[in-house]
C-alpha cells in the first residue's frame, strides 16, 4: 500500500508520501510549533518525522519538494536537513535529501533571508553541480540568472521540468505512483519585478497505482483562483482533462477562499467557472478534500484563513454530493487533540486512518466504496 500523512502544523504544511516500496517523498517542511508553549497543539514535526525514519530504518528521502519559499512551507527545514552546500548543515544524524524538487523561482528570487535563503543556496548550489535537483519551468530570468552565474543552458536543461510534462523518472506503471506538473508557467515567473510566490509555485497530479486500482491526489500549494483559471484553461485546451481528475485534494492556501473565487461571500465562496469545474466535475466519488489549516472559524473575526464560506463550499458542493470527506488537519481526530491524518491507498482505493498510535494507524475507517476506482467516467 502507499500513504499520504498530512500533519497537524495550524496554517502550515507537510505531507509524506510513503509508497509501497518503501520511498519516502516529502511535500513542503514547516515546523511550526512553539516548543516553549505546552498549549501549543501543532505537532513536534521533526520528532515525529525523525521516529517515522528510525522506524523504517532510513536516513534519508528520495524526494523532498517546497512548493515555494514562503515560511509557512519551509520553516525549520534547515535545521532538520542534511543540506550540502554550506558545512554548518552537515551535522551526521540529519535526513538526506536524494532529489530536491523546487519552482524556478526558488532559484531565482532575490531579497530573501533566513530559512528561505538557506533553501534557495541549496537548490543553487545542487543546479551549479547538476545533480540532486529538479527544478520546473524555465522562464527567461532563470536563463538571465544561469548567464550571470556563467552557467551553460544546454548543460543543466536535463534537470528542468516545464508545466504540462511527467517528471521523469517515475511511472505508476513501475514507480507506483507518476506526477504530472500543472505549475508553475514560465511567464508567469517572469511576470512583474517581484515574484509572486503563489503565481510561482509547484502544483502537481500525483498518480499512485497499486493492485488494479487507481487515486490520484492534487497537490495545490497556495494556489489563487486566477492561477486556476490558467491552469483550467491550458489543460482543457490539450484534452488532457484527466490530468486535472482527483480522489484526493490537498486545498490551496489552508481554505482560503481565494482559491474558489474573487469575493468571499456572506455564507458561501461562490466559485468562477474554472474553480466550479476543478471542484465539482473532476473530483469523484467518496473524494477526500484535506485543508492544511487552524480549525474552521464559525465567524469572520480573523480576515486570514481558513476561511468557513470556503469550507462550506467544499463541505456543500464538493465533497457532500460525492459521498465524501471534508478534513481540516488541526481538527482531526478532534479539536483538542489534533493527530497526523493518514490516508492509504491500497486494492479498495482511499481509507483514512482513524487513530495514531506509536507512529502508526490502530483504528481503520470503513473504505471508501469507490474511491480511486479505475472504471471510466
Same mark, same amino acid.
Given at each position: ?14 505531507? /509524506? ?21 505546552? !498549549?501549543d497543539k501543532r505537532c513536534d514535526l521533526s520528532t515525529l518525522l525523525l ?5 523504517? $530504518? ?70 551549479? !553541480? =547538476? ?22 543552458? $544546454? ?9 504540462? !510534462? ?9 514507480? @507506483? ?14 511576470? @512583474?519585478? &517581484?515574484?509572486? /510566490? ?14 488494479? /486500482? ?6 495545490? *500549494? $497556495? ?25 484526493v485534494f490537498k486545498l490551496p492556501h489552508h481554505c482560503s477562499s481565494l482559491?474558489? @473565487? ?25 473524494? &477526500? ?13 480573523? $480576515? ?14 464538493? &465533497?457532500?454530493? =460525492? ?37 502508526? *494507524? ?14 471510466? /467516467?
Amino acid at each position: 500500500m502507499h500513504k499520504l500523512t498530512f500533519f497537524p502544523l495550524g496554517n502550515a504544511d507537510c505531507c /509524506r508520501m510513503d509508497l509501497d516500496d518503501g520511498r519516502k517523498i516529502l511535500f513542503d517542511y514547516a515546523n511550526v510549533r512553539n516548543p516553549d508553549d505546552d !498549549q501549543d497543539k501543532r505537532c513536534d514535526l521533526s520528532t515525529l518525522l525523525l521516529e517515522d525514519l528510525e522506524q523504517a $530504518d532510513k536516513d534519508k528521502y528520495e524526494v523532498v519538494a517546497f512548493t515555494h519559499l514562503d515560511n509557512d512551507h519551509v520553516c525549520g527545514a534547515p535545521s532538520f536537513f542534511y543540506l550540502e552546500h554550506a558545512e554548518k548543515y552537515k551535522v551526521e544524524g540529519r535526513p538526506k535529501i536524494d532529489e530536491l524538487w523546487v519552482p524556478a523561482a526558488a532559484l531565482v528570487e532575490e531579497g530573501l533571508d533566513d530559512d528561505a535563503r538557506a533553501i534557495r543556496s541549496e537548490a543553487r548550489y545542487r543546479f551549479k !553541480q =547538476k545533480r540532486g535537483i529538479r527544478v520546473f519551468s524555465r522562464p527567461d530570468r532563470l536563463k538571465e540568472w544561469m548567464k550571470k552565474e556563467k552557467l551553460d543552458f $544546454d548543460a543543466h536543461k536535463h534537470l528542468i521540468t516545464d508545466a504540462g !510534462q511527467l517528471v521523469p523518472g517515475w511511472s505508476k506503471d513501475t514507480d @507506483g505512483v507518476e506526477f504530472f506538473v500543472h505549475s508553475p508557467f514560465a511567464e508567469r515567473t517572469d511576470a @512583474g519585478e &517581484v515574484i509572486d /510566490r503563489n503565481d510561482c509555485s509547484l502544483v502537481m497530479q500525483a498518480w499512485f497505482s497499486i493492485s488494479g /486500482r487507481e487515486v490520484r491526489v492534487i497537490m495545490s *500549494a $497556495d494556489t489563487t483562483h486566477d492561477l486556476w483559471e490558467a491552469i483550467v484553461k491550458m489543460t482543457r485546451l490539450y484534452k488532457n482533462d484527466k490530468r486535472l481528475e482527483w480522489d484526493v485534494f490537498k486545498l490551496p492556501h489552508h481554505c482560503s477562499s481565494l482559491s474558489i @473565487g474573487p469575493e468571499k461571500g456572506k455564507t458561501e465562496t461562490a466559485p468562477t467557472k474554472a474553480t466550479k469545474w476543478l471542484f465539482e466535475n473532476q473530483g469523484q466519488t467518496c473524494a &477526500v478534500v484535506v485543508s492544511t489549516s487552524k480549525p474552521i472559524p464559525s465567524d469572520d473575526s480573523d $480576515d486570514q484563513p481558513p476561511h468557513r464560506q470556503a469550507a462550506n463550499y467544499y463541505k456543500n458542493k464538493v &465533497v457532500g454530493p =460525492k459521498n465524501g470527506e471534508f478534513k481540516v488537519t488541526m481538527e482531526h481526530p478532534s479539536v483538542s487533540k489534533p493527530e497526523p491524518l493518514v490516508i492509504k491507498i491500497d486494492g479498495y482505493g482511499t481509507t483514512i486512518l482513524k487513530s495514531i498510535v506509536g507512529g502508526g *494507524a490502530s483504528v481503520i475507517s470503513r473504505p471508501a466504496p469507490r474511491a480511486g476506482a479505475t472504471d471510466e /467516467r
